[in-house]
């Protein structure tokens, strides 16, 4: 028996990939599947970031699983919690004793004829190299570098005389305490890290080209702890806060599409009555209309609390120049800085860097376009899995693994054994798959390696959670863009000779 073949492949320990295993384990008891992580811990993005007070940037009852609730009243938890909450869930479903920590998968290669993916990997701290084999493969990487976030060059950096650091790669000795801290971006990250280090620094500026929509959220749930006061059960809780949740993201997101200047106004004066008037509200008048980039949410209003109190202050300006004490904005002025935080975004990276080939063919994710959020066009048995950018990232994990373990007991059903997704000339669209909705920095900067929109459904991203649970738990399987076949038992010489040895069925 070889232990390093499986059924199903899944690349990647986060919030997805636990999750895809989950629903596996759900769904697919008969299914084989291992995990492979290249940290040695659960958790992707809440394993890797250790900035002071990373937190979710979307409430957790969405961002909670659907098949686990989030039992805490916290509308937006700090990242250890949330780690905590997804190495549970995968203990709880037996998925830690399939993850195999430090492999870094480096490439992945289908073959038809054998109807197999073969996955190399390479153990980081004693440089071994592993191959693994399935007949589906799982992405759930992110999309994201996790080697390196997004930092522009800035001017005279190398006179400056403190420290410059990306919260990606935050030093666990870094002591902040009395320091004077300038925090470059307007982001979440950026509204995160400058109240949380205002508690204990000498002063925190956030530095910022041009403002972002924030809101403040309670950071307690009000209706949640009444209902848990009263001993209404908790998974009945989370139903309810997680309908009504979704029900409020995809309202805002829809009213600030149809009616900007209204959502505009009224984001201006939630922001303008915070700030009691002791901040210009230039500082938080953005030039674009409520989510052409992603809102930025905070609990309590902490940021405003820390700007009302003078322990932390916003400026809107240009760097200049780095100087031996600090920074230098066009406008002439000098912000002094023992420590200066780059929060300027991600790196946008598809499938982890892994190498892909199609029977010898190299995948390049932008060449493909997206067939319902969930599969590449011609990359067979592969399901890749990116969340929402205008909703909780899970909300999408969740539908994604659901439909996926349809499309298995479907083939089961019929005795296929592979299939993809057959595009038409025609049915890709020049508009990344991210689409046009989001203009943010890191999303501009990744149309190279984005996946295409369709110009049709179901090659079209929707975005849209109401409707995509419609077309990812209901719509056929055998919808006509789906093509399956079944791999022959043949003989190598056979497979050499004949080519692809598979019987092919459009359904």
Known sequence: MNDNHVDVLIIGAGVSGVGA??????????????????????????????????????DMYTFGYRFRPWRGTKVLADGSHIKDYVEQTAAEHRVTE???????????????????????TVHEATGEQETFTSHFLIGCTGYYDYDSGYRPELPGEDTFGGQIVHP????????????????????ATAVTLVPAMAREAAHVTMLQRS???????????????????????????????????????????????????????????????????KVDMRHFTPHYNPWDERLCVVPNGDLFAALRNGAASVVTDHIDTFTETGIMLRSGEEIPADIVITATGLVVQMAGGVTID???????????????????NDVPNAMIVIGYTNASWTLKVDLACEYFCRLL?????????????????????????????????????????????????????????????????RDRIDDGILRFSRTRETTTEHNTTRGPATEATRT
Request: hydrophobic share 40%.
């Open 21 to 58: 295993a989950c629903h596996l384990t759900r769904a697919q008891p008969g299914k084989s599947y291992l995990v492979l992580e290249r940290r040695n811990a659960i958790g992707g993005t809440w394993d890797l970031f250790r900035y002071p007070g990373i937190r979710s940037d979307s």
């Open 98 to 120: 399939r993850i195999r920590f430090g492999r870094k998968v480096v490439a992945a290669s289908w073959s038809t004829p054998d109807g197999v993916w073969t996955v190399e």
């Open 168 to 187: 990606q790669h935050w030093p666990e000795d870094l002591d902040y305490r009395g320091k004077r801290v300038v925090v470059i971006g307007s982001g």
């Open 211 to 277: 403002p972002t929509y924030i809101l403040p959220v309670p950071a307690e749930d009000p209706v949640s702890r009444l209902l848990k006061r009263v001993g209404v059960p908790d998974a009945t809780v989370y139903k309810l806060g997680r309908w009504r949740n979704i029900a409020l993201q995809r309202a805002l997101f829809q009213v600030s599409r149809s009616r900007p200047r209204l959502v505009r106004s009224l984001l201006r004066r939630v922001v303008r009555a915070q700030l009691g008037g």
């Open 358 to 376: 199609v029977d010898g063919v190299p995948v390049s994710p932008r060449d493909h376009v997206i067939y319902k959020g969930v599969m590449l």
């Open 409 to 473: 007991s479907h083939m089961d059903q019929h005795g296929y054994t592979q299939v993809l997704a057959e595009a038409q000339p025609g049915d890709r669209a020049e508009e990344s798959a991210m689409g046009s909705a989001l203009r943010s920095g890191y999303i501009r900067r990744a149309d190279a390696v984005i996946p295409r929109q369709g110009t049709r459904a179901p090659w079209k991203v929707l975005n849209n959670v109401y409707r995509d649970a419609l077309t990812l738990r």
